[in-house]
Each structure stands twice: as C-alpha cells, then as structure tokens.
T-cell receptor, first 115, second 113 residues
Framework: DQQVKQNSPSLSVQEGRISILNCDYTNSMFDYFLWYKKYPAEGPTFLISISSIKDKNEDGRFTVFLNKSAKHLSLHIVPSQPGDSAVYFC??????????????FGTGTRLTIIP | KAGVTQTPRYLIKTRGQQVTLSCSPISGHRSVSWYQQTPGQGLQFLFE???????NKGNFPGRFSGRQFSNSRSEMNVSTLELGDSALYLC????????????FGEGSWLTVV
C-alpha cells in the first residue's frame, strides 16, 4: 500500500522556467511533509518541509504547497537551474503503530533541466 | 560538522552469504534509521533505533536486522542474501527520536550475485 505517491516518474523543464513536482498521499494522519533531493551515487539531502498547519512554505527558489483537503503537496522550483537536475522524493510523517513518528517516502520523480 | 558516514560504500556478495553495513551518525544525533532503495520502489523503511532501542520497524523479513551501540553508531545485517537484496542501503540520523527531518549518508551499494 503506497501511502505516498509520486505519479510522475520523470519531468523535463527548460532552464529558467518553473518546475512543479507533485505528490499525493492517502493517510490523513500525516502531519509533516518533506522534500528531499538526490543526485546519483549520493544520499538524499533535505530540501524543504511543511507542517500540516500551514499551506505554504518558501525557501529561496523552493516553495512547497500543501492542500490538505486534496491530500496533495507540490514543490515549485523557480527559476529552474541545471543543478536542479536530480531525483526528488517527497516524504510524510505520522505516528506509527509503535507510537513514534515515522517517515514514508514516495518513489521519486527524476527532474531534468534542459539548458 | 561531519555528516552521516556509511561503510563500506560498495560491496559484492554471493547469494546465501550475510553482510553487515555500518553507519556513524552526525555527532550528537541519537536516532538512526535505515532505508533500502531499489529502482522504482523509492525509499523503503527498514528500521529505526534510538538510544540502542529499536523504535520503528518496516515490513522486511527477519533476515534484516540491526542494532545501535551506546555511541549511537549503528549496524544492519542481512543474512542469507538473495538476489533481490541488491540495492542501495541508506542510513539517516536525526537529533531526536523519530525526528521529522532526517539526514542521510551516501549509502552502501550492495550487489548480490
């Protein structure tokens, strides 16, 4: 049961334009959401996060939007740069059966920025 | 501040063997979690340790096990390796138990032949 879904395995965007990566979730108990970026042969690096009490969080070129009613979040990158080419994972956090918070990751979207 | 360190970075094992992977968390971080990444499957959660206690466990068979030491360093072990265990194994650390934001190491690439 994939509770966090990234339905687009890949996305290509022209340099300078906006990149929009989408993520859907099914578990209404998720209360914290994160985006990670991963280059080949490296571990994922934390990008930006948002709490369920907010609907938008911005950090430089990166903005995350959360639509709780639609159980949907998106990451906007503007303007897109060649160095943004990577795999992006969204993740969501909820209290697990063990009583602790646990992160659940999506399958990732490969973003390619075209110069 | 040094990041999460994983060893070895690359290894090849034969089916049926066992393997131990090591992880040193960021200094001061007491929570360590492990993930498996395979193509098309994203990051699958294996388990999480805090203060030497397993606090969360994913849906993996008992061949996958782990432990955490008093200095927060962690190891994971996979016994009776299968071809499907070939993957990137990622360790992540967090300053608190089941932290919302975790910080990953570069991973250990395991190939089972």
């Amino acid at each position: 049961d994939q509770q966090v879904k990234q339905n687009s395995p890949s996305l290509s965007v022209q340099e300078g334009r906006i990149s929009i990566l989408n993520c859907d979730y099914t578990n209404s108990m998720f209360d914290y959401f994160l985006w990670y970026k991963k280059y080949p042969a490296e571990g994922p690096t934390f990008l930006i996060s948002i709490s369920s009490i907010k609907d938008k969080n911005e950090d430089g070129r990166f903005t995350v939007f959360l639509n709780k009613s639609a159980k949907h979040l998106s990451l906007h990158i503007v303007p897109s740069q060649p160095g943004d080419s990577a795999v992006y994972f969204c993740a969501a956090s909820a209290i697990s059966n063990f009583g602790n918070e646990k992160l659940t990751f999506g399958t990732g979207t490969r973003l390619t920025i075209i110069p | 501040k040094a990041g999460v360190t994983q060893t070895p970075r690359y290894l090849i094992k034969t089916r049926g063997q066992q393997v131990t992977l090591s992880c040193s968390p960021i200094s001061g971080h007491r929570s360590v979690s492990w993930y498996q990444q395979t193509p098309g499957q994203g990051l699958q959660f294996l388990f999480e340790y805090f203060s030497e206690t397993q606090r969360n466990k994913g849906n993996f068979p008992g061949r996958f096990s782990g432990r955490q030491f008093s200095n927060s360093r962690s190891e994971m072990n996979v016994s009776t390796l299968e071809l499907g265990d070939s993957a990137l194994y990622l360790c992540a650390s967090s300053p608190r138990a089941s932290g919302n934001t975790i910080y990953f190491g570069e991973g250990s690439w395991l190939t089972v032949v």
